[in-house]
């Protein structure tokens, strides 16, 4: 079952998230972070346990982000990462956006579901704003992907 988020997921999803991001797959989130984007997060549930999370985060107006995709170990290539990036884009076609990006290091899965590599600088400028925060900012490894929805 895949479902919004709520405040009794956090830890969980703060959890999954850094234990990637542990071992150089994702960025890490502070709970704070994900407190104040909670609104922007799926889980998917099986047997009562979280095992999967996700975000559309909107960037600017016609622009939607993935962010924080991820899933238990153990759940790898089960479709739960596809249920919740179908979801993040359903949710990013109702709100009338044109575009979602992501900056990942799983290029295969996005490319897969339509995603296309693109320049860093083909993208917005309010997309960076986020980018201050990383520790890897200025010298981020992750790659662009676009995908056209609109």
């Not at 830890?11 to 150089?24: P, Q």
């Not at 797959?25 to 407190?35: G, H, P, Q, T, V």
């Not at 490319?111 to 296309?116: P, S």
Request: proline share 3%; glycine share 6%.
């Amino acid at each position: 079952m895949i479902r919004k988020a709520t405040i009794k997921d956090v830890e969980k999803i703060w959890k999954l998230v850094n234990g990637y991001a542990d071992k150089r797959i994702m960025l890490a989130r502070s709970l704070s972070e994900l407190y104040e984007s909670l609104r922007d997060f799926y889980v998917v549930i099986e047997n009562d346990q979280m095992v999967g999370c996700g975000a559309l985060h909107i960037t600017w107006e016609d622009y939607g982000e993935i962010l924080s995709l991820a899933v238990e170990p153990t759940k790898v290539r089960r479709g739960i990462g596809s249920k919740i990036l179908m979801a993040c884009e359903e949710e990013a076609r109702m709100l009338g956006l044109k575009k979602i990006i992501t900056l990942t290091y799983a290029t295969g899965f996005f490319e897969k579901h339509g995603f296309v590599r693109v320049e860093k600088s083909s993208l917005p400028h309010k997309i960076w704003s986020m980018c201050i925060k990383c520790p890897k900012f200025p010298e981020c490894d992750e790659i662009p992907l676009v995908k056209n929805i609109g």
